[in-house]
């Protein structure tokens, strides 16, 4: 059953938290919040979700908050109509999706998971009824101009426009009470160029890798004498494969014959003849290369054991705006990162020295860098110290407190 708008006078704060997406971290993410929330006498918790994630989150419940913690499924069609195409119609869905359960649960604040999408509705001043409105803001783009180099295209001008001028009408909106921002950059940004920038507040990406010590069983992933350089999860094109194989074609022999590249993630169907050609090129140009493809979904004991196993994670991601839960996989395990050097990505790498940072776009590049590492050794593009730090700050129990306040 549903809490009663009447119970609203009094008892715990009241939190609904609306994703309407199964894939990437949800689930993970919002497991964090109800392990927080359960630890909160004075919050109640209600979770809106897709049908694939209900039973999930229903199992992650402890049995002493279940009257405080609530898990709510969609219904096929409100979730088909808040994932349709074109977005316009989808955002607006979200919106009144949000409206109405508030009023359902009696909620006091309304958190969407995701507030890009919500960006357009709330510049139009789409309220909840006198509720607040609250979620996390994934792909801001319109700063990096500040954090790094930028020679935006012209269709990377036209969407830096839209967000400005969403983003400053959405910030005016008094429905809208926080915007929590992936990008620690962000918020300095907001304060100084919008009104109700004072709203834009920084958030710890919670992606923390569950570090398994059963990894015993996982056999050797590299082959000894080599620099091992290791791309994981899925591999569609953004992430940036494709650009990898083709930097092996240029690196010299002698190089070559001292590297080894290990692929370990579900690859994308789109990406598959394409991937077949360059690694049949290789085996005919680069005959020294080690290089393998293991096209599966590993688990997180499995990746744990590669990422520790390896000397450099790959993370050459093709002008992806937002954050990497792989920086932090590597940082936490004391690789260093061969990343991009567009976006919050590369400014994390560079500011945490994390490793180094690319023109990711380019295999000549990528294949120079490569070289340098398998050259000088990874460690001396890596500070431990450094990289430590910055991954103790990235504690899922930060990113639910800092959600779940108000």
Same mark, same amino acid.
């Given at each position: 059953?549903?809490?009663? %708008?009447?119970?609203?006078?009094? $008892? %715990?704060?009241?939190?609904?938290?609306?994703?309407?997406?199964?894939?990437?971290?949800?689930?993970? *993410?919002?497991?964090?919040?109800?392990?927080?929330?359960?630890?909160?006498?004075?919050?109640?918790?209600?979770?809106?979700?897709?049908?694939?994630?209900?039973?999930?989150?229903?199992?992650?419940?402890? &049995?002493?908050?279940?009257?405080?913690?609530?898990?709510?499924?969609?219904?096929?069609?409100?979730?088909?109509?808040?994932?349709?195409?074109?977005?316009?119609?989808?955002?607006?869905?979200?919106? *009144?999706?949000?409206?109405?359960?508030?009023?359902?649960?009696?909620?006091?604040?309304?958190?969407?998971?995701?507030?890009?999408? &919500?960006?357009?509705?709330?510049?139009?001043?789409?309220?909840?009824?006198?509720?607040?409105?609250?979620?996390?803001?994934?792909? %801001?783009?319109?700063?990096?101009?500040?954090?790094?180099?930028?020679?935006?295209?012209?269709?990377?001008?036209?969407?830096?426009?839209?967000?400005?001028?969403?983003?400053?009408?959405? &910030?005016?909106?008094?429905?809208?009470?926080?915007?929590?921002?992936?990008?620690?950059?962000?918020?300095?940004?907001?304060?100084?160029?919008?009104?109700?920038?004072?709203?834009?507040?920084?958030?710890?990406?919670?992606?923390?890798?569950?570090?398994?010590? #059963?990894?015993?069983?996982? %056999?050797?992933?590299?082959?000894? $004498?080599?620099?091992?350089?290791?791309?994981?999860?899925?591999?569609?094109?953004?992430?940036?494969?494709?650009? !990898?194989?083709?930097?092996?074609?240029?690196?010299?022999?002698?190089?070559?014959?001292?590297?080894? !590249? &290990?692929?370990?993630?579900?690859?994308?169907?789109?990406?598959?003849?394409?991937?077949?050609?360059?690694?049949?090129?290789?085996?005919?140009?680069?005959?020294?290369? *080690?290089?393998?493809?293991?096209?599966?979904?590993?688990?997180?004991?499995?990746?744990?054991?590669?990422?520790?196993?390896?000397?450099?994670?790959?993370?050459?991601?093709?002008?992806?705006?937002?954050?990497?839960?792989?920086?932090?996989?590597?940082?936490?395990?004391?690789?260093?990162?061969?990343?991009?050097?567009?976006?919050?990505?590369?400014?994390?790498?560079?500011?945490? #020295?994390?490793?180094?940072?690319?023109?990711?776009?380019?295999?000549?590049?990528?294949?120079?860098?490569?070289?340098?590492?398998?050259?000088?050794?990874?460690?001396?593009?890596?500070?431990?110290?450094?990289?430590?730090?910055?991954?103790?700050?990235?504690?899922?129990?930060?990113?639910?407190?800092? !959600?779940?306040? !108000?």
């Amino acid at each position: 059953m549903p809490w009663s %708008p009447s119970d609203n006078s009094a $008892g %715990p704060r009241k939190v609904l938290v609306f994703e309407p997406d199964a894939e990437g971290h949800s689930q993970e *993410w919002l497991e964090h919040l109800i392990v927080f929330a359960a630890e909160r006498a004075d919050l109640s918790l209600a979770v809106l979700v897709p049908q694939p994630l209900f039973e999930p989150l229903k199992r992650a419940v402890p &049995l002493g908050a279940l009257g405080r913690i609530r898990i709510l499924a969609l219904t096929p069609r409100e979730r088909a109509r808040c994932v349709m195409k074109p977005f316009t119609m989808a955002a607006l869905a979200r919106w *009144w999706t949000m409206r109405r359960y508030l009023e359902q649960t009696g909620a006091d604040q309304g958190f969407f998971l995701g507030l890009d999408f &919500l960006a357009l509705p709330l510049a139009f001043g789409l309220g909840a009824g006198g509720k607040g409105l609250s979620g996390i803001l994934f792909r %801001p783009s319109v700063h990096y101009g500040d954090i790094g180099p930028y020679a935006p295209s012209r269709g990377e001008r036209l969407r830096d426009l839209r967000k400005t001028i969403l983003y400053r009408a959405m &910030l005016r909106n008094p429905a809208l009470e926080r915007v929590l921002s992936l990008d620690p950059f962000f918020p300095v940004h907001a304060r100084a160029h919008y009104r109700g920038g004072e709203k834009v507040a920084a958030l710890p990406d919670p992606t923390h890798p569950r570090i398994e010590q #059963r990894t015993n069983h996982v %056999p050797a992933a590299f082959p000894a $004498g080599r620099t091992g350089f290791l791309l994981f999860g899925y591999l569609a094109e953004r992430k940036g494969p494709l650009v !990898v194989l083709d930097a092996l074609r240029q690196l010299a022999p002698e190089i070559a014959a001292r590297t080894a !590249v &290990l692929f370990a993630g579900r690859v994308d169907p789109a990406l598959g003849s394409a991937i077949e050609e360059r690694r049949a090129a290789l085996e005919r140009e680069q005959p020294g290369l *080690w290089l393998r493809i293991d096209d599966r979904r590993l688990d997180s004991g499995e990746l744990a054991a590669l990422v520790r196993q390896s000397d450099v994670v790959l993370a050459p991601y093709q002008r992806f705006v937002g954050s990497s839960g792989v920086l932090l996989w590597a940082a936490l395990n004391g690789r260093p990162v061969l990343a991009q050097n567009y976006g919050l990505v590369g400014r994390l790498t560079r500011e945490h #020295r994390l490793g180094l940072s690319v023109d990711a776009c380019a295999p000549a590049e990528v294949a120079r860098e490569m070289t340098r590492m398998v050259s000088d050794g990874p460690a001396r593009f890596f500070d431990p110290e450094s990289a430590e730090r910055f991954a103790s700050a990235q504690t899922p129990q930060r990113f639910a407190s800092l !959600v779940l306040s !108000v």
